[in-house]
């Protein structure tokens, strides 16, 4: 299913870091590194890979999601911006000048996209949060009708973003009280924290890349801290 990428194996432009099945064996995956690397703050670097999935329509449609992750944590830190796409949908081909292009396409959309959303999350590295912004974030984030009977469900998720932002998330010593440490409080929630399961997704992993309800949580964190 991913034969279009082995240009750029080849090359030595991405190497394969696991592969395996998705969803029940419905969809299968594989992860490529590429090299791009970018420090957001010192002693936190964030790397480029590729999430190349199969569709799970059975039409042969190869979907290369484009995913940055926080090494320190292993947090997907993966987010829609306007300047750039963070995805790309190929169509089986078997004209290897096609592959090639293909395989290119990819890379160069990877690139112009990492390069993008890395300047939002240094500059979200200098934005420090006061209590009062907090508190609206996380009011705004996990909203309630009224906020004197905040649902213990509510409070519950907003303690646990606060927990991980204070200190108790991994790497939050690095990001500090700021923007960029409040969107990994949110996404190490997502990837590693939460204990329910999303319907049809069998682990933390799967929820946080390719279902659209979980993706949407990561997506208003961060249009909310760069707004």
């Known amino acids: 299913a991913f034969a279009f990428f082995d240009s750029a194996l080849g090359k030595g432009e991405a190497h394969i870091e696991c592969a395996g099945a998705l969803f029940g064996g419905s969809r299968i995956f594989a992860c490529a590194k590429l090299p791009a ?20 329509d059975g039409t042969g ?10 090494a320190v944590c292993w947090n997907t830190v993966r987010a829609g911006i306007r300047e750039s796409k963070d995805r790309v949908k190929i169509r089986h081909t078997k004209n290897a000048k096609d592959k ?11 690139t112009d ?6 300047d939002h999350y240094k500059a ?23 906020e004197n009977e905040v649902p213990k469900k509510t409070q519950n998720l907003r303690d646990a973003v606060l927990s991980n932002f204070d200190k108790g998330g991994i790497g939050s010593q690095m990001a500090g009280h700021t923007a960029w440490g409040m969107f990994n ?3 190490q ?12 997704a069998e682990s933390n992993f799967e929820a946080s890349l390719f279902v659209p309800q979980v993706e949407k949580l990561r997506q208003q964190a961060f249009d909310l801290l760069i707004d």
Request: net charge negative; proline share 5%; hydrophobic share 45%.
């Open 61 to 70: 449609v190869v979907e290369a999601h484009i995913t940055p992750v926080r």
């Open 113 to 118: 996209y990492f390069g993008r959303v890395t």
């Open 185 to 187: 409080a949110v996404t």
């Open 37 to 56: 690397v970018s420090e957001i703050v010192p002693g936190d670097p964030v790397g480029l890979y590729l999430m190349l999935t199969s569709a799970h």
């Open 100 to 110: 090639i292009s293909k395989a290119q396409e990819v890379l160069t959309t990877a």
């Open 124 to 146: 979200m590295a200098k934005k420090n949060m006061i209590s009062a912004e907090v508190d609206a974030f996380i009011a705004s984030l996990f909203p309630a009708e009224d």
């Open 189 to 200: 929630y997502i990837d590693h924290d939460r204990v329910s399961r999303v319907e049809g």
